[in-house]
């Protein structure tokens, strides 16, 4: 099975999203294909009302066929060279900033405000937190990491 999120356009114009499913489906002629429900039990509905059918041979004879279930592959670990980098981008934030922890989105505004002096720092920050500063202009981004502190 395969999930995916649709977005279907309303007669009104707008749209709607939602869940969907993938199906492996087979014909009492034997034909196998695919189709896209919005759920299992809107399928079975859909099958019992007649309103499934093979796109090759028009029967609405149609049952589940038997389907090997998606599994995720496994997240690729980074070649060393890239990992070597982070690890020297992470000693040099790390040597060369102030780790304020969850307070990096109140320090951050009081040094853009000119409250307290300006100096480099790091630390973590709600996505809401991280969203207003951008927002408001204040110079922010990501690390492609946790800190040394957050890591066990």
Known sequence: ???ARAYLLRR????????????????ANG???ESWFQSGPAFDTLCQRDLVTCPDCGTTQ???????????PRQKVPPADI?????????????NTDY??????HEARA?????????????EAEPEEAKALIDDGIPV???????????N
Not at 100 to 105: E, H, I, P, T, Y
Request: glycine letters at 6%; hydrophobic letters at 40%; one cysteine or more.
């Open 62 to 72: 149609v049952e589940k066929a038997l389907m090997a279930p998606s599994i995720k």
């Open 83 to 95: 990992q070597q980098k982070l690890a020297a981008l992470r000693a040099e934030i790390e040597a």
């Open 141 to 151: 981004l990501p690390l492609p990491f946790l800190p040394s502190r957050k890591t």
């Open 100 to 105: 304020v922890g969850d307070r990096f989105a």
């Open 12 to 27: 009104d114009g707008t749209y709607t999203c939602g869940n969907m499913i993938k199906f492996s489906l087979r014909c």
């Open 31 to 33: 034909h196998s294909f």
């Open 111 to 123: 040094m853009y405000l000119g409250e307290i002096p300006d100096r480099p720092i790091h630390g």
């Open 1 to 3: 099975m395969i999930w």
